[in-house]
């Protein structure tokens, strides 16, 4: 992997904690900081690596605690986009996502996409991703649970297409990160979440934009001009 790219992966990671740290704090949760990862005790236990070269000290306090969260019957996820932990002694399984960068460029205009302001419309982004995605940790579903209206005075912006599709990105180290793009089953193939990535692309037309892709997104993505920067292991 080239500099530049390895520089871009750090930046989606980065860009990554940010935003579930943005969420985490808008949503009552607690958030913990470690040199080498973070921790957000939500709906899951979820602990992000922040860099490629965590130490074996830090692994291991990661795996203990992941293995005593684990014991107490909770749902953990362990985010690794570098690939460089085994969580596979602690028992975890290791499922594999993209994660995709994209430079700066010419983007066509969006179609019918408007950037949500108000809590109604964060109301309506929120009802759409949440059954659209979906998000089953959050099932059944309570309005503002998943995004407090807060969070529309921080560095997250929010885009919708009427009721088709919604997703969320976070402006932070230098690149825009873009979150669960999502599209209702009913719409699917219809261009949705095409428009939806040019309004981000647009929003973020002076920086670089990161994303881990979903298998039936990265055609898309390929399409719009992303390139991998690897595989993340997401260890459950």
Request: with cysteine; glycine share 10%.
């Amino acid at each position: 992997m080239t500099g530049l790219l390895t520089e871009r992966l750090r930046q989606a990671s980065d860009n990554a904690i940010a935003l579930w740290s943005t969420l985490a704090r808008a949503r009552g949760d607690h958030v913990a900081d470690h040199p080498a990862f973070a921790v957000i005790d939500g709906r899951r236990f979820r602990i992000m690596l922040r860099t490629a070269t965590p130490g074996d000290d830090a692994v291991d306090e990661l795996t203990e605690l992941a293995q005593a969260r684990r014991a107490e019957g909770r749902a953990v996820v362990v985010e690794d986009p570098f690939g460089v932990l085994d969580l596979g002694a602690a028992g975890m399984t290791a499922g594999q996502l993209p994660v995709m960068a994209r430079e700066p460029g010419p983007v066509p205009a969006p179609d019918g996409v408007a950037r949500v302001r108000t809590p109604a419309g964060l109301a309506a982004a929120e009802e759409l991703v949440v059954h659209g995605f979906p998000l089953e940790e959050y099932q059944p579903y309570r309005p503002g649970t998943v995004f407090p209206p807060g969070l529309l005075e921080q560095a997250t912006a929010f885009f919708r297409r009427d009721t088709q599709g919604a997703c969320l990105t976070m402006a932070h180290g230098g690149v825009g990160g873009v979150y669960w793009v999502t599209t209702r089953p009913e719409h699917r193939s219809q261009g949705v979440g095409r428009a939806l990535m040019h309004a981000v692309l647009r929003h973020f037309e002076d920086v670089p934009v990161t994303l881990t892709a979903s298998r039936s997104g990265r055609p898309l993505y390929d399409k719009l001009g992303f390139v991998s920067l690897g595989e993340a292991n997401w260890w459950r």
